[in-house]
């Protein structure tokens, strides 16, 4: 049997450039704070953490006990390095400021994604992106870069199995924790999402409120051999953004959540949910689109800003595309 290499040993072959120390440094912080995350996730209802707290984030959210607490988890661990000079996370109003002396970086993070799915023992994850700082005390505008920027992107699932998924620009590779040793192992190297796919993933309660390029792409995926595609698609909806992504970049797909009469930016969030996800789809082969612009390409204007969000196979997400580009042009 051939030993797989640890994420450790992957990171310190293949990291090159300006950028290695401090990724390496970093990302060993982030896998630190994973499989803390990991422990009192697995621990389920046994701590009592599965609850809902009185309080709600910045979007109106109830809390859940997790939500908070793996937020801690974050900031402790990722301060341990000392690259990362600022954080934004999901769970906090403002980005928090680090006690470092060379803090070059800032950190975005969705510490528990898919949040809802916790005490139903569904998949959850954990998404982050890595921002270059301008200084070693950043201010909100700082964190304000478009996704292009991003130096660094991944997620953890917490699935069937943990696994992390990275890219810092060359690629995508996927480590599962081995729970006999505590390491992450790469699994699955360079992954790539298929061009061609007959999978779709939306909340299809929102049907009625949608736009109608949205309505028209599923309806034809809908009508399958009957239809325009003359192809039978199958449907998936985890409502963990993380486990439909890993979802796709396993066997391709697409995952949808677009803007709509009700929410007309959509619901996910630009900095640490949509950017860091188009980072990492991008970089295996797949599209992400607002519709009407590139993902990454959005120039942020707050923080916690949510952005229509479409992403995955690359031949679908160029179709989705050219339905939204024309609905835009006959208008
Ligand atoms: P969260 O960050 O509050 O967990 O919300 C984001 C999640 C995504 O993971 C998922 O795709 C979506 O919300 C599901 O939304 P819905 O409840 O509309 O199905
Ligand atoms: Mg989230």
């Not at 707290?53 to 908070?68: I, M, P, R, S, Y």
């Not at 736009?211 to 909806?237: A, H, S």
Request: proline fraction near 3%; charged fraction near 20%.
């Amino acid at each position: 049997m051939t030993q797989n290499m640890t994420i450790t040993e992957f990171l310190a072959q293949h990291l090159q450039g300006e950028h290695s120390g401090a990724l390496n440094a970093i990302l060993d912080d982030i896998t630190v704070a994973v499989k803390q995350i990991a422990i009192a996730i697995d621990a389920g209802a046994i701590t009592g953490n599965m609850g809902s707290l009185a309080t709600e984030n910045v979007q109106g959210e109830v809390q859940k006990t997790l939500d908070v607490l793996t937020n801690d988890i974050f900031i402790e661990a990722i301060q341990k390095s000392g690259y990362v000079a600022g954080m934004v996370s999901e769970e906090l109003i403002d980005p928090v400021n680090l006690t470092v002396k060379n803090g070059q970086y800032l950190l975005c993070v969705d510490p528990l994604d898919g949040s809802s799915n916790v005490n139903v023992n569904i998949s959850v994850g954990t998404i982050f992106s890595l921002l270059k700082a301008k200084n070693n005390q950043p201010e909100l505008n700082d964190f304000l870069q478009a996704g292009t920027q991003q130096i660094c992107a991944g997620y953890a699932m917490y699935g069937t199995s943990t696994m992390l998924v990275l890219t810092t620009g060359n690629g995508v590779n996927g480590f599962t924790l081995d729970k006999t040793s505590n390491d992450f192992v790469l699994t699955h190297p360079n992954m790539q999402i298929p061009q061609e796919t007959t999978e779709f993933a939306i909340n299809m309660s929102n049907y009625r409120f949608w736009q109608e390029p949205v309505q028209r792409y599923i309806d034809e995926c809908l009508q399958g051999t009957e239809g325009e595609r003359d192809k039978d698609f199958n449907m998936r909806w985890v409502a963990s953004m993380v486990a439909e992504v890993h979802r796709i970049l396993v066997r391709g797909g697409v995952f949808m959540y677009p803007s709509d009469a009700k929410a007309k930016m959509g619901k996910l969030r630009l900095m640490y949910e949509a950017n860091p996800m188009s980072f990492i789809v991008e970089q295996a082969g797949g599209a992400s689109t607002t519709g009407l612009q590139r993902v990454m390409e959005v120039a942020p204007t707050g923080i916690h800003q949510r952005v229509p969000i479409m992403l995955g196979s690359k031949n679908e997400i160029d179709r989705v595309a050219i339905y939204h580009q024309k609905k835009s042009k006959r208008k």
